[in-house]
């Protein structure tokens, strides 16, 4: 096991803290570190651009005196700043208003089983730099050797490996291991006047999951290819399928309205609308932090309150914002295990699959854009309305016929969750937040 | 007393010392890039203080380069074992292993007109920020009975940085930042919606009695929110567009500011690689970025690689004039440097960036461009856009107008525009003579760094330009 000796010294330094600060006159405190490592390579045409190594610490901190809350964090992590940190926030609380919703959550014993939650892979550690750097060059000559590919925005291999320490005045005293890698490559294909472009990236705990460079570079290389040679289409209403990377921001969009911070704060268009139907019987979209070497998986969120599986939509019906311990007493519901920092994040937070293919979706439909890109913002969880620069592939006769570009796609979250006609059985789990290909069965298509 | 030396105890001898063995392994250049930053911020939202904060950042970064590679480690811990093996780390990246001879250093001096701070936020008393925090939200509360929700943010940081690289100079910069936002929700009938304002910028708390109120921060921020209750859809299609003066400066920073930073066109990946001297848009459009003015937001006295930045003219009247420029870029294209060298923080290469973007003043009148429009949008307020290196951009509005034979009519809802471009530069028809600025609260990302930014224009009309509304 890494860093075990490590570990410990955090645990103490993280308790010692705490200590100081309820020495200081504070009623609670929270104290939390984190140590990582980084390494980064780009390589472009074949040699390396960029190489970073570097290990860092940070740690932050919050007091409450009096109900009243203060905040700091630091790089530096010599006793004499961290200290004077403490002190300041101590003395800085009594600036604040007394909140009666503020406060550590409850004391919890850490009683999840970290080794069956699988975040810690030691290959990663033990992987050396010209391995890495091999990877990265080995993805972009496979995706250079594709000789319709005419330019290479680069290929990279990043791994972290992280060690988190969360210790509070309520007792709490919990850490964890982590580990991530990934593999990218980034390529353009065509001439100055028609130009297009696309990636893709693996992304996992365990370096043996790792997509291979032939994967990552295949998929790069297919998805900038199929760009090429688009059309501009009229603007329309039509039905749009998204592919899972779209589904992707779609359930980004809906976190944000889900979300309890944006529901106290009258943030979001969903805020009175728990036990009601917001979408179809198809819709089941779930929270779960306690899924084996899952990327949004972790034993305790960011204030130690254990990750749990929450259903947040259930056959259409919204059944539970996601709160940290703040947004939870405001909303009078406990946390589900989602605090990050000041607000709240995703753990896994997917749409539940369905059972058709992606392939009989497409060959059911008459007439579709397939969205495979979006840019830009346009998304606001106050109303559920979204407006978003577009790249698709035209659907005709339940085959795709030719590329669409410079069009953006509109509508609302509201009346999109109740038109999912189709929703796929291939739930892609590369991120945290994800989904299967759904089909909408109308929104809007502004082009020429 | 220099904060940096106070925390690094770094003298020249040593400063030489690790620059020599970060050259050990044959590099061609090494720096190295101290910053040590403090920050706080308040949070009123629920009408109550709800909590302040505090944040250090201490740390070094060290960079190596070896022909067109860039070796990189950064550090916190700033014993000098660890910055010794930081430097061990970012030489690995050369392997010929030649010795450096080092010149002496000799000091960059930076414009000192750039920050006119009097009242500098770092040194005012926390009571006197919640003050100007309370004022906001008050003043949004007051804009209406329909406001429902408000939230009030200050953030204030100054960054002491200093670097000594290979090639003997040595700069330092102590830039203050501070920034107040106000968002606000407003309801009617069960329909909510939303609205920001904010100001800002490089200078101190007197900022908020001179320039811009927290007062009219909230209120503005409320009036949007009240205005957006009224708004109807905005329409789908091609339309002639009319940019509203100041915040529609973000057309220019993501259509053409990007596309011209040197490190995508040296690797060729952007449109604009082979356009130098040649014209891409109207003979209207002149385009700057001016990392020295005053007071502003994305401005800097020296860049994040000790560069003295310059007004870089980007575009004179439809043709490239310049690329923006960090160390590596422009020795490998053999170009000037202009000052555009920056990064996020110690730990992160600097790459080429914008800073304060904007098209310059025209001769039209901005009512006789409005007169000029049959049936088109009025864009008004922005929430932010991206361009990728193939031209496609897209910037989203959050406010603005229906116009109907030439004159505004009906408020509309937030909209994404898309389009490539040098088309879209083409197609720009006027420009009016009313330069104005956007709010200045902007932050850029690119490769994962955020940097201070603003941008501004005149009113500007576009003959044709996708909008992606809903009717």
Redesign the interface.
């Known amino acids: 096991m890494r860093g075990r000796v490590q570990e410990n010294s955090l645990q103490e330094m993280a308790v010692g803290f705490v200590d100081f600060g309820r020495s200081c006159g504070a009623d609670e405190v929270e104290i939390s570190l984190v140590e990582g490592r980084e390494f980064n390579v780009n390589v472009r045409l074949g040699e390396i651009e960029n190489l970073v190594e570097a290990a860092s610490r940070s740690l932050a901190l919050r007091v409450i005196k009096d109900r009243k809350t203060a905040q700091a964090s630091t790089s530096d992590l010599t006793a004499e700043t961290v200290r004077r940190l403490i002190r300041n926030a101590v003395k800085r609380a009594q600036l604040a208003s007394r909140d009666d919703c503020s406060g550590l959550p409850p004391a919890a014993a850490e009683r999840m089983d970290k080794p069956s939650l699988n975040l810690y892979d030691p290959e990663i550690a033990s992987l050396d730099a010209t391995r890495k750097i091999k990877l990265a060059q080995e993805t972009e000559r496979i995706a250079l050797d594709d000789t319709r590919i005419t330019n290479s925005h680069g290929a990279s291999f990043i791994s972290n490996e992280d060690t988190i320490v969360l210790a509070n005045s309520a007792g709490f005293l919990g850490s964890y291991d982590q580990t991530f890698c990934s593999l990218s490559v980034g390529l353009q294909a065509g001439g100055t006047n028609d130009l297009v472009e696309d990636e893709w990236t693996s992304v996992v705990r365990h370096f043996r999951d790792l997509e291979t460079p032939e994967t990552v570079a295949g998929k790069a290389v297919e998805r900038t290819l199929r760009q090429l040679h688009p059309r501009k289409i009229k603007t329309q209403s039509v039905p749009v399928i998204f592919e899972p990377e779209m589904t992707h921001w779609l359930l980004g969009f809906l976190f944000a309205c889900v979300s309890g911070v944006a529901v106290y704060r009258k943030a979001t268009f969903l805020a009175e609308r728990l036990g009601m139907a917001i979408g179809g019987k198809n819709i089941t979209v779930i929270d779960d932090g306690l899924i084996p070497g899952r990327l949004g998986s972790r034993p305790f969120d960011s204030e130690g309150v254990p990750c749990r599986k929450t259903i947040v939509v259930e056959n259409g019906i919204l059944r539970r914002f996601l709160c940290g311990s703040y947004a939870g007493r405001k909303l009078k519901q406990p946390s589900t295990g989602n605090a990050e920092g000041n607000g709240v994040s995703p753990n896994n937070f997917s749409l539940s699959p369905g059972a058709a293919t992606p392939e009989e979706i497409i060959a059911s439909t008459k007439k579709a854009l397939l969205l495979t890109r979006t840019i830009g913002h346009g998304l606001n969880p106050v109303t559920g309305d979204f407006s978003r620069g577009a790249y698709g592939l035209w659907v005709e006769g339940g085959e795709i016929a030719y590329p669409v570009c410079e069009v953006t796609v509109s509508g609302n979250l509201e009346p999109l969750l109740h038109q999912i006609e189709a929703v796929g059985n291939d739930l892609d789990i590369r991120t945290p937040v994800c989904g299967p290909t759904i089909k909408i069965g109308e929104l809007t298509v502004a082009g020429a | 007393m220099n904060p940096i030396e106070d ?1 690094f105890s770094l003298g020249s001898g040593e400063r030489k010392k690790i620059l020599a063995l970060a050259l050990s392994r044959g590099g061609e250049f090494a720096e190295i890039f101290s910053e040590y930053r403090l920050y706080n911020f308040i ?1 009123m ?2 009408d ?12 070094l970064g060290i960079r190596v380069i070896s022909g ?10 700033l014993s000098f074992e660890a910055i010794r093996t ?1 430097a061990l ?1 970012a030489a ?2 050369a392997d010929s292993g030649r010795t450096a001879v080092l010149p002496r250093f000799r000091r960059v001096r930076g414009r000192r007109d750039i920050y006119p701070a009097l009242w500098p936020a770092h040194r005012a008393s ?2 006197s920020k ?1 003050a100007l925090v309370r004022r906001a939200y008050a003043a949004c509360r007051k804009a209406g009975s329909r406001i ?2 408000v ?1 009030v943010l200050f953030h204030d940081q100054i960054q002491y940085m200093s670097i000594a690289h290979s090639e003997g100079r040595t700069a330092e910069d102590e830039r203050p930042q501070i920034r107040l936002v106000c968002t606000a ?1 407003a ?1 009617k009938n ?5 609205g920001f304002s904010g100001g800002g910028g490089r200078v101190g708390l007197e900022y908020f009695e001179r320039t811009m109120t927290p007062e009219a921060i909230g209120r503005e921020a409320g009036e949007e929110a009240l205005r957006l209750l009224e708004a109807v859809d ?1 329409p ?3 339309m002639p567009v009319v940019l509203a003066p100041g915040h529609a400066g973000v057309l220019v920073h993501e259509a053409v500011g990007h596309l011209l930073e040197a490190d995508f066109n040296r ?3 952007s ?1 604009f690689w ?1 356009k130098l001297g040649r014209r891409v848009g109207s003979p209207l459009l002149t385009i700057y970025d001016d990392p020295t003015r005053p007071s502003f937001r994305g401005s800097y006295s020296v860049d994040d690689e000790g560069t003295p930045p310059v007004k870089t003219l980007l575009i004179d009247r439809g043709i490239v004039r310049s690329f923006l420029q960090d160390r590596l870029s422009a020795r490998i294209m053999g170009l000037p440097l202009t000052g555009h060298g920056r990064r996020q923080d110690f ?1 992160c ?1 600097p790459i080429p960036r914008m800073s304060n973007t904007y098209v310059d003043r025209g001769e039209d009148d901005p009512e006789e461009i409005l007169r000029s429009v049959g049936k088109g949008i009025y864009a008004e307020r922005f ?14 509005i959050s406010a603005g107008h229906l116009i109907e034979e030439g004159r505004l009519t009906a408020p509309i ?8 471009s040098i088309d879209i530069l083409q197609k720009i028809e006027r420009v009016g003579c009313d330069l104005q600025f956007g709010l200045q609260t902007g932050t850029c990302s690119k490769e994962g760094q955020d940097v201070p930014v603003t941008d501004g224009c005149p009113t500007i009309k576009i003959s044709r330009m ?6």
């Open positions: 925390s949070n939202e629920e109550i203080i709800k909590e302040t904060g505090e944040s250090v950042s201490l740390g067109e590679k860039t070796g990189y480690g950064y550090t916190n811990d930081t780390t690995a990246i926390l009571e919640i429902r929700k939230k929700i309801e069960g329909k909510r919606e939303f905005a789908a299609g091609e690797k060729r990946t449109i082979d730990t290469i929430e932010g856009g991206q361009v990728e290196d193939t031209g496609k951009f897209t910037f989203s809802k937030q909209a994404t525009l898309i389009g490539t996708t909008v992606g509304g809903r009717k």
